[in-house]
């Protein structure tokens, strides 16, 4: 059983009542006194501490000393914290007379210390009942973390699983997947390493380019359907946060996924039963219908992958004792200089057989040793217990008690105690869990240190890291570790530690809180606020985290509240009462529609961290120039006008996300000056108020060396308004010169003719150091003044720049690689350009190559992406981009193209739109590039053929061709018959196009579109195409018929109409023996046009859109027939009538009815009053005019 930890209560009210007793807070004997008792008291407790450590583990009396502890250790702190709050507030507000005022506090409040004195002797006394004997700390913990935090974070050095990557990346690739969706388990007990292994493949280069759509959902026990969904959506959309409905969320997924082939992870799936399943699968199928996609599953439940595979499972086996003992020695030894010997290396090895060929147990056992100073006795010590170590006959395998209990600092255990607060499989972000630690006060720092909090926290969060307690790290494009997650296993340990102090409602009824210190609300709980929030049952609170605005007007109960963390949009506002939460140490409110943030906020002198992020219905931030413990503030410039006045004043403030600088006092740039401790992102917007140099320089962005994203932004109309006094852009830029150290720079709405002076110099003269070699992205944009671009092909780390709407460049030339006047060593430029884009650079006429240079080697050496958009007047450009993958080219002419595509071999995707006077690709562009998979050209109206020459045997890789808006087409490649790889064939608004080539030998084609190809006479024969799913032709006014060979395919998804206006009936499908596959029909008609009375036979129908059938008065009863179908799509039919009654009644299994456009159908199908009402209001879902008139979740 896991052990109560105490130890750092105790240390803080120790470091608080030192604190309390060096403020001068007058004669006040009593009060002394109480203190030194207390002082006395809480020392005789901690020489107690390790040994009663020990003993609560098997003797429940002491564990239950532990919790009497516990309570009263808090209770003090909340004393004690109130006196200091008083004495910040009387520093604040009342200056005068202060030392009187604090005394009368003391005088008022005589009892409480002498209350908690009395608890705590009580238990002391307790002491000598239990025998507890004293052991006195002569020193702190010395916490040694000896590895390098890269060489933890690497894929590639995990062990043991190659063989397994290789052919699960070729079961998930290979051409013989015809499913729509495939679904291969992963199957193995727990740590064997599953998830691991699926990162493996989702991050495998072959997969990356293979899917067009990767995305990952950790299932947790529950399989939720909707849940899932929502989850998908927010993993591909971060502006999908808060949206819950189901129509919305399906909508969303459709938009995204639609005609793309997706990966989806499902990690750690316990159990699920055929319904949930199936229905999930109808959601996947319906918002995509391409062939090629693929779910992973990764589940311990040979149960579970029986019932979900289509592709055989995959067992993933235990590892070799050589494979654990390098897992072991990597976390152990990585950067040991001394060998071990021969019989520590024999243990070593011991150790890892003993793990059973888990390396999860290896890895944790490792990470034991890389922070122990004494690792080598350990070893000697430990190593006969580990056989114990690996049964988990109570659930909780031993091995992981054992990693929490060498943690060396009990701070350290309950940082990793509080993550059990969160979900299973919750990303925590890094920054925010370590500023919820030290709201929490687990970071306090030792006597005479000079680490802050945060560095503390830093360190922690590394050794939990090092231990394997914190896993799967994400690093963010600048190196730095972003979010990380704790494998379920561990979960269960943390919350076993942290019982009963954490609590995450999930549905089960609770009627009192009294004993819980963390709580944490999720959105689809219902929650009864005058049962669960009683004033004695929040009262110990310390953390609050809620999806939803439960609290009422009872949040002045949350007295002891030390975090309140809100998110979503059904919060509205903060009541008054938020100032009365006077331990509040970090304020959270995010994505919610609260208006004003209360005054009385300026109240809480204790609040570290205040973010305010994605409230847009926010304008304003109170004065919080009192909040001088601020550390941390985020905030949106889109949400607010101006930065609240005096954030100079917030001395320790660490991170600012946005300063908006204006005219008023204490808005200036020059509240930055002394804010040297600021870290991490900064954006400064309304540049255009600083009036000079000088004023900019007080900034003193130079000295603030921690600051990694800096932004710097003039707004739209300040060139529009130019006032000679605040509008000198080039001298204020000049004054803004950043820390070296800078690895993001975004300069927007520049209005000067050039760029600093410190843009353009390659090195530091005075000391020789390169300048900004560490940045790793440029944004340069509506810089229109600027005539030329400043050097930047000599910084070695840049990855990504972008340049936009920089009008006023003509010419792109050798300045842009190296500066001619200082000169450089260097002969390669640009050498980990990565991402390179160009937009709406309207005057730019010529982008010069780099091989006009003596010195040149490479350039662009590793370039993958370039974007060149709306350069309309670019005739020339660069041809030499050895490693180019993907082109995307927009409003540019076909000179420029021809040149920059002239000598490329490594392309696998063409994006081509509005390039003029394009009329063919070059011949060797298709001839070079033998893996390009994607071509999709927009938008070219002279385009005439693809390729006149005969180059289509080069390309073997295409998968995906694309044709939409090239009005002067007239062929197709005649040779289209020998791409046997390609899967998506797109021909849209190709006025011109009369014919198609022979597709026959097309045998991989999965989807044929044709759309608005007004003189197209016909299409070929499609009876080889025995691949295809989804077949859509519309439009096209001159065709008389729909293709021969219909009847030979497996068609899914079939969307037909918009042929010549001669006809009188709708041509013949002559496909009715299909209807055990059609899923998807979409009837487009056109005037005197009657549905064909075919689709009556498509019984496994489960979508129809009927649209554009005018002379339909009332709907086929036969249509009832139709006993599959789950969705029924009625638009622009303006003379419909009525609804059958008969046939809506047999759709038995019609989920949504959707209406559009249908002006008599609008009127009878009123909620409640219509005619026409009681014949649909047992649909689940309606929706008319774009207007959800019912619906029920997912």
């Known amino acids: 059983m896991a052990g109560i930890v105490v130890d750092d209560i105790v240390d803080r009210l120790v470091d608080n009542v030192f604190s309390l007793a060096t403020e001068h807070i007058g004669p006040e004997p009593g009060f002394k006194e109480e203190l030194r008792n207390l002082l006395d008291t809480l020392y005789k407790i901690k020489a107690v501490l390790p040994d009663a450590q020990k003993r609560q583990v098997s003797d429940d009396s002491v564990r239950i000393w532990f919790t009497e502890l516990r309570d009263v250790a808090y209770e003090g702190d909340d004393v004690l914290d109130e006196f200091g709050h008083e004495i910040l507030r009387q520093k604040l507000e009342t200056k005068n007379q202060m030392m009187d005022q604090v005394c009368s506090f003391l005088l008022s409040n005589p009892n409480r210390v002498k209350s908690i004195n009395q608890s705590l002797g009580k238990i002391v006394n307790d002491v000598a009942h239990f025998d507890l004997r004293m052991e006195f700390m002569t020193s702190i913990p010395k916490i040694i973390l000896d590895k390098n935090m890269d060489s933890l974070l690497n894929d590639s050095e995990v062990v043991g699983r190659a063989?397994?990557?290789?052919?699960?990346?070729?079961?998930?690739?290979?051409?013989?997947?015809?499913?729509?969706?495939?679904?291969?388990?992963?199957?193995?007990?727990?740590?064997?390493?599953?998830?691991?292994?699926?990162?493996?493949?989702?991050?495998?280069?072959?997969?990356?380019?293979?899917?067009?759509?990767?995305?990952?959902?950790?299932?947790?026990?529950?399989?939720?359907?909707?849940?899932?969904?929502?989850?998908?959506?927010?993993?591909?959309?971060?502006?999908?946060?808060?949206?819950?409905?189901?129509?919305?969320?399906?909508?969303?997924?459709?938009?995204?996924?639609?005609?793309?082939?997706?990966?989806?992870?499902?990690?750690?799936?316990?159990?699920?039963?055929?319904v949930k399943w199936d229905s999930l699968q109808i959601y996947l199928t319906s918002i995509n219908s391409r062939i090629g996609s693929n779910i992973v599953v990764t589940t311990r439940s040979e149960h579970v992958a029986e019932f979900m595979e289509t592709i055989p499972r995959h067992h993933l086996e235990r590892l070799s004792k050589d494979e654990c003992w390098s897992i072991f020695k990597n976390r152990a030894f990585a950067n040991e200089r001394i060998m071990l010997n021969p019989s520590l290396e024999a243990i070593g090895r011991?150790?890892?057989?003993?793990?059973?060929?888990?390396?999860?147990?290896?890895?944790?056992?490792?990470?034991?040793?890389?922070?122990?100073?004494?690792?080598?006795?350990?070893?000697?010590?430990?190593?006969?217990?580990?056989?114990?170590?690996?049964?988990?006959?109570?659930?909780?395998?031993p091995v992981f008690q054992f990693s929490f209990d060498h943690l060396p600092t009990p701070s350290l255990k309950k940082c990793f105690a509080y993550c059990a607060m969160f979900p299973k499989y919750y990303t925590m972000e890094k920054e925010e869990l370590i500023q919820l630690w030290m709201?929490?006060?687990?970071?306090?720092?030792?006597?005479?240190?000079e680490k802050s909090m945060e560095d503390i926290g830093d360190n922690y969060f590394d050794i939990l890291v090092a231990s394997s307690l914190l896993q799967d790290v994400e690093k963010d494009m600048y190196g730095n570790i972003a979010k990380c997650k704790m494998h379920y296993l561990l979960h269960e340990l943390a919350l076993l530690i942290s019982k009963p102090e954490t609590l995450m409602l999930m549905g089960n009824f609770v009627d009192n809180i009294s004993h819980v210190r963390r709580l944490y609300v999720p959105f689809n709980v219902q929650v009864e606020p005058r049962i669960l929030f009683t004033r004695d049952g929040v009262a110990n609170l310390r953390t609050f985290i809620s999806e939803k605005a439960v609290f009422g007007n009872k949040l002045s109960s949350f007295k002891s509240l030390r975090v309140l963390k809100l998110f979503g949009s059904k919060i509205t506002e903060l009541p008054d009462s938020i100032g009365s939460l006077i331990h509040l140490r970090l304020l959270s409110i995010t994505h919610s529609v609260i208006e004003v943030l209360p005054k009385s906020t300026m109240n809480l002198y204790y609040l570290q961290t205040l973010r305010i992020k994605n409230c847009h219905s926010l304008k304003e931030l109170p004065d919080i120039s009192n909040l001088i413990n601020l550390r941390h503030l985020y905030i949106d410039h889109n949400d607010i006008k101006q930065t609240p006045k005096d954030i100079g004043k917030l001395s320790c403030l660490q991170s600012l996300s946005c300063f908006v600088v204006h005219l008023d006092a204490g808005c200036q740039i020059g509240e930055l000056g002394g804010l040297n401790q600021l870290r991490g992102e900064l954006d400064i917007f309304n540049l255009e108020y600083v009036r000079d140099k000088e004023e900019a320089k007080k900034s003193y962005l130079a000295k603030k060396m921690k600051l990694y994203k800096?932004?710097?932004?003039?707004?739209?109309?300040?060139?529009?308004?130019?006032?000679?006094?605040?509008?000198?852009?080039?001298?204020?830029?000049?004054?803004?010169?950043?820390?070296?150290?800078?690895?993001?720079?975004?300069?927007?709405?520049?209005?000067?003719?050039?760029?600093?002076?410190?843009?353009?110099?390659?090195?530091?003269?005075?000391?020789?150091?390169?300048?900004?070699?560490?940045?790793?992205?440029?944004?340069?944009?509506?810089?229109?003044?600027?005539?030329?671009?400043?050097?930047?092909?000599h910084l070695p780390c840049l990855r990504v720049l972008k340049m936009v709407e920089m009008d006023n460049v003509r010419c792109i030339g050798i300045e842009f690689y190296i500066n001619c006047d200082v000169g450089s060593s260097r002969n390669a430029f640009f050498p980990a350009l990565r991402r390179f884009e160009m937009m709406s650079m309207h005057k730019l006429l010529e982008w010069k190559d780099a091989v006009g240079l003596k010195t040149v080697g490479l350039v662009f050496a590793c370039l993958e992406k370039l974007s060149i958009i709306d350069c309309g007047q670019l005739t020339i450009g660069p041809f030499h981009f050895p490693s180019l993958q993907k082109l995307e080219i927009s409003n540019i002419s076909s000179m420029a193209f021809e040149n920059i595509s002239s000598e490329l071999s490594t392309l696998t995707s063409l994006w081509i739109c509005e390039v003029s006077k394009l009329r063919f690709l070059p011949e060797r562009l298709l001839q070079n590039n033998t893996s390009l998979m994607s071509i999709h050209i927009e938008n070219c109206p002279e385009l005439v053929n693809i390729s006149p020459h005969d180059v289509w045997a080069f390309c073997t890789s295409l998968r995906s061709l694309k044709l939409d808006g090239c009005e002067e087409l007239r062929y197709l490649p005649i040779k289209l018959h020998t791409l046997r790889?390609?899967?998506?064939?797109?021909?849209?608004?190709?006025?011109n196009l009369r014919s198609f080539p022979s597709i026959q030998g097309v045998v991989s084609l999965l989807i044929l579109r044709i759309q608005e190809c007004p003189n197209l006479i016909s299409i070929p024969n499609l009876r080889e195409l025995h691949s295809l799913v989804e077949l859509r032709i519309l439009y096209c006014g001159r065709l008389t018929h729909l293709p021969e060979g219909l009847d030979e395919l497996s068609l899914k998804y079939l969307s037909i109409g918009g042929f010549c206006d001669e006809l009188d009936a709708f041509p013949s499908l002559n496909i009715q023996h299909l209807n055990p596959q059609l899923e998807w029909l979409s009837l487009y008609g056109w005037a005197n046009i009657n549905l064909p009375n075919e689709i009556q036979c498509f019984t496994a129908l489960r979508k129809l859109c009927i649209r554009k059938f005018d002379e339909m008065i009332a709907l086929p009863e036969w249509l009832g027939n139709l006993y599959s179908l789950q969705k029924l799509s009625l638009k622009e039919c303006k003379n419909l009538m009525c609804l059958p009654l008969q046939f809506m009644q047999r759709l038995t299994k019609l989920e949504w009815l959707v209406i559009h456009f249908c002006p008599n159908l609008r009127e009878r199908c009123v909620k409640g009053s219509g005619a026409d009402w009681p014949k649909i209001n047992h649909i689940p879902n309606i929706k008319v005019d774009n207007e959800l008139i019912k619906w029920e979740a997912v």
């Open 710 to 793: 800096l932004g710097f932004y003039w707004s739209n109309q300040h060139h529009k308004e130019k006032d000679d006094n605040y509008c000198n852009d080039e001298v204020v830029l000049e004054g803004l010169q950043p820390h070296q150290n800078l690895k993001s720079l975004t300069i927007c709405g520049f209005g000067g003719d050039k760029f600093p002076s410190w843009m353009l110099t390659c090195c530091d003269a005075m000391h020789g150091l390169a300048l900004f070699d560490n940045l790793i992205e440029i944004n340069l944009e509506v810089c229109q003044k600027c005539e030329v671009v400043p050097t930047l092909g």
């Open 163 to 274: 063989y397994d990557v290789v052919k699960i990346v070729n079961l998930l690739t290979s051409s013989s997947n015809q499913h729509v969706i495939s679904v291969l388990p992963i199957v193995g007990m727990a740590g064997l390493g599953k998830s691991t292994l699926a990162k493996l493949v989702y991050n495998h280069e072959i997969v990356q380019k293979h899917f067009d759509v990767l995305t990952w959902v950790c299932v947790t026990e529950n399989f939720d359907v909707g849940w899932i969904l929502r989850e998908i959506l927010k993993s591909l959309d971060k502006f999908s946060v808060g949206l819950n409905a189901e129509y919305a969320i399906l909508r969303n997924l459709k938009k995204i996924l639609w005609g793309k082939k997706f990966l989806l992870i499902l990690d750690d799936v316990w159990d699920v039963d055929h």
């Open 350 to 397: 011991e150790i890892a057989k003993r793990c059973g060929g888990v390396p999860l147990f290896a890895s944790i056992l490792g990470g034991i040793m890389c922070f122990t100073e004494a690792k080598i006795d350990l070893l000697l010590t430990q190593h006969n217990k580990i056989p114990d170590l690996l049964d988990d006959s109570n659930g909780i395998f």
């Open 981 to 991: 790889s390609l899967e998506v064939l797109e021909v849209r608004r190709c006025s």
């Open 439 to 449: 709201a929490e006060g687990f970071l306090q720092p030792p006597p005479r240190s």
